[in-house]
C-alpha cells in the first residue's frame, strides 16, 4: 500500500485498503500482518475519532518535543553515508523526535481473519501514523494474507 502524508503528526485509517488486499487474497481464515516500510511512521489499532486523533497529536508532540537538542540532529557530527559525497543532502530531516516516537509506538501490526473478514472491535482501525511532518510524502506499508482459502 502507499500513503500519501501531509505536514506534521497525522493519523490515516488503512483499514479499507487492508480489506481491498484481503479480499482479492482469497483468505477466508487466518491473518493479516501490516508493516510500515519507514523508521519515522507507525501503526497502531485504535479508534480515529477527530477528537481524539487531536488529543493523540497534541499528546505525542509533547511526550517527545521535536525542539528537544537530540544528537541525532547535529548533522556536523553524524557519519554521511555512502550515497552522499562529502555533505548531507540540504534537505536532510531534523527528525530525531520522530524516529523516538516510531520506536515507542511500534511499525507493525497483526489483524486475525475470520470468514474473509478482519476481525477488529466495532471502533477499531488499523491507522497509519506520520511523524516525520515533511511536506507531501508517499509512504509505503507492507501487506502480507496468509492463511486457508
Known amino acids: 500500500l502507499v500513503v500519501t502524508t501531509q505536514v506534521g503528526i497525522a493519523l490515516y485509517d488503512i483499514t479499507p485498503q487492508i480489506e481491498g488486499v484481503l479480499e482479492r487474497s482469497g483468505v477466508t481464515n487466518g491473518a493479516v500482518n501490516v508493516i510500515s516500510r519507514h ?4 501503526l497502531t489499532i485504535n479508534e480515529l475519532e477527530p477528537r481524539l486523533v487531536d488529543d493523540v497529536r497534541q499528546f505525542l508532540a509533547k511526550l517527545v518535543p521535536a525542539d528537544y537538542p537530540y544528537l541525532h540532529n547535529d548533522l556536523q557530527y553524524r557519519e554521511i ?5 562529502g555533505k548531507w543532502p540540504d534537505d536532510e530531516p531534523i527528525n530525531a523526535h520522530s524516529h523516538i516516537l516510531a520506536m515507542l509506538m511500534g511499525q507493525g501490526e497483526s489483524v486475525p481473519v475470520h470468514e474473509g473478514k478482519l476481525v477488529l472491535g466495532t471502533y477499531q482501525s488499523v491507522i497509519f501514523l506520520e511523524l516525520d511532518g515533511q511536506p507531501e510524502r508517499q509512504r509505503k506499508i507492507g501487506v502480507q494474507v496468509h492463511g486457508l482459502k
Open 81 to 85: 553515508p555512502v550515497p552522499f559525497v
Open 39 to 42: 523508521t519515522t511512521t507507525a
